[in-house]
């Protein structure tokens, strides 16, 4: 059973900054891939960022420049910093396991809400 438990959400003025993390337990060792996807209301879910287990980072064209993912794998953990916030960053922000970049696995987080709002 793998567990994901996201913290970090909130609500943010645009230009402000916001750090997301995702604590991952139990049979973890074979993922390779960290990631963040995110859910606006009435849209897809779409990836944001991801890293393997070495290093590797992808991001979405959007974000590029202003997120940064980190991860910490002795620790099991992920990071996605996220600065200059836009009101098109608001969505439900969720953590995934998987094993091929871009291609999200089937255990998630519950998510958290990140509202960008003046």
């Known amino acids: 059973q793998v567990q994901l438990v996201e913290s970090g959400g909130g609500l943010v003025q645009p230009g402000g900054s916001l750090r997301l993390s995702c604590a991952a337990s139990?049979?973890?060792?074979?993922?390779?891939?960290m990631a963040w996807y995110r859910q606006a209301p009435g849209k897809q879910r779409e990836l944001v960022a991801s890293?393997?287990?070495?290093?590797?980072?992808n991001y979405k064209d959007s974000v590029k420049g202003r997120f940064t993912i980190s991860r910490d794998n002795a620790k099991n953990t992920v990071d996605l910093h996220m600065n200059s916030l836009k009101p098109e960053d608001t969505a439900v922000y969720y953590c995934n396991l998987g094993y091929v970049s871009g291609v999200p696995g089937i255990y998630w987080g519950k998510g958290t809400l990140v509202t960008v709002s003046s």
């Open positions: 139990g049979s973890i060792l074979s993922f390779n891939v």
């Open positions: 890293m393997t287990y070495g290093g590797n980072t």
